[in-house]
C-alpha cells in the first residue's frame, strides 16, 4: 500500500486560505467517504481536525474544511492563523481494511 | 477523561524483540478498535496495525506483516505490539490510538520510542 500524496508544503500569510491536497486510488481515498485529517506539532501527538472527508469534530475550528472529489481529498484552512502552522496529515480507510497515511504536508504562516 | 498510555519502548539490536503495551482508561475499552501508528524521527506517520473492539480481526501494514503482532487484553483494559526480528528502520516513535466507527482515529497516547541499533 503507497502512501496518499501530499505537497510536502504550503505557506502563507495570516488571514489568506489554503488548500492541502491528498491523493489517492480507488482502493482508498476514492472508494470511501473515511478520509481523515490531523494536525501536529512539533513534539506533539497529531490531532483529528476532520474525519468521514468533512465532518469537524466537537472544538475544531470551523476554518478547517474537507472534500473530496474522485481520487483527491482536500483540507481548507481559511483565515490562516499564526497557530496554524503545523504539520497536516490526511488518512484513508483502504479496500484491505487497513489504512494509509499521506506523506505529510508542513503549513507555515509567514 | 480518556487516556492511552503507552510503554515498553527503548534501546534494543537489530534482531531481537520487544514488546510495546498501551494502558486505556476513561472509555470502555472492550467497545473499541484499537490501532498502532509510528513515527520514525523527522519523518511522517505511518499507520501499522488494527485490532478490532474484540480482537476478532487484527490487520497490519505490509512493512511489519509476519513480524509484528497486535494482541489485546480487554480485561486488563490494555493494548500490545510483539514486535519481532526489529530492523533499524522500525526505529520510531510508536502511538497508541483509538479507533472510532472503523475509519478514524480520535484519541493518541503521548507515543513510546524504539531504537533498533547495534
Known amino acids: 500500500q503507497s502512501a496518499l500524496t501530499q505537497p510536502a508544503s504550503v505557506s502563507a500569510s495570516p488571514g489568506q486560505s489554503i488548500t492541502i491536497s491528498c491523493t489517492g486510488t480507488?482502493?482508498?481515498?476514492?472508494?470511501?467517504?473515511?478520509v481523515s485529517w490531523y494536525q501536529q506539532h512539533p513534539g506533539k501527538a497529531p490531532k483529528l481536525m476532520i474525519y468521514?472527508?468533512?465532518n469537524r469534530p466537537s472544538g475544531v475550528s470551523n476554518r478547517f474544511s474537507g472534500s473530496k472529489s474522485g481520487n483527491t481529498a482536500s483540507l481548507t484552512i481559511s483565515g490562516l492563523q499564526p497557530e496554524d502552522e503545523a504539520d497536516y496529515y490526511c488518512?484513508?480507510?483502504?479496500?484491505?481494511?487497513?489504512?494509509?497515511f499521506g506523506g505529510g504536508t508542513r503549513v507555515t504562516v509567514l | 477523561q480518556v487516556q492511552v498510555v503507552e510503554s515498553g519502548g527503548g534501546v534494543v539490536q537489530p534482531g531481537r524483540s520487544l514488546r510495546l503495551s498501551c494502558a486505556a482508561s476513561?472509555?470502555?475499552?472492550?467497545?473499541?478498535?484499537m490501532h498502532w501508528v509510528r513515527q520514525a524521527p523527522g519523518k511522517g506517520l505511518e499507520w501499522v496495525a488494527i485490532?478490532?473492539?474484540?480482537?476478532?480481526?487484527?490487520y497490519y501494514a505490509e512493512s511489519v506483516k509476519g513480524r509484528f503482532t497486535i494482541s489485546r487484553d480487554n480485561s486488563k483494559n490494555s493494548l500490545f505490539l510483539q514486535m519481532n526480528s526489529l530492523r533499524p528502520e522500525d526505529t520510531a516513535v510508536y502511538y497508541c490510538?483509538?479507533?472510532?466507527?472503523?475509519?478514524?482515529?480520535?484519541?493518541w497516547g503521548q507515543g513510546s520510542l524504539v531504537t533498533v541499533s547495534s
Open positions: 485490532i478490532w473492539y474484540d480482537g476478532s480481526n487484527k
Open positions: 490510538v483509538r479507533d472510532v466507527a472503523n475509519n478514524h482515529f480520535d484519541y
Open positions: 488518512n484513508s480507510y483502504t479496500s484491505s481494511n487497513t489504512r494509509v
Open positions: 480507488s482502493s482508498d481515498v476514492g472508494g470511501h467517504n473515511y
Open positions: 468521514e472527508v468533512s
Open positions: 476513561g472509555f470502555t475499552f472492550r467497545n473499541y478498535g
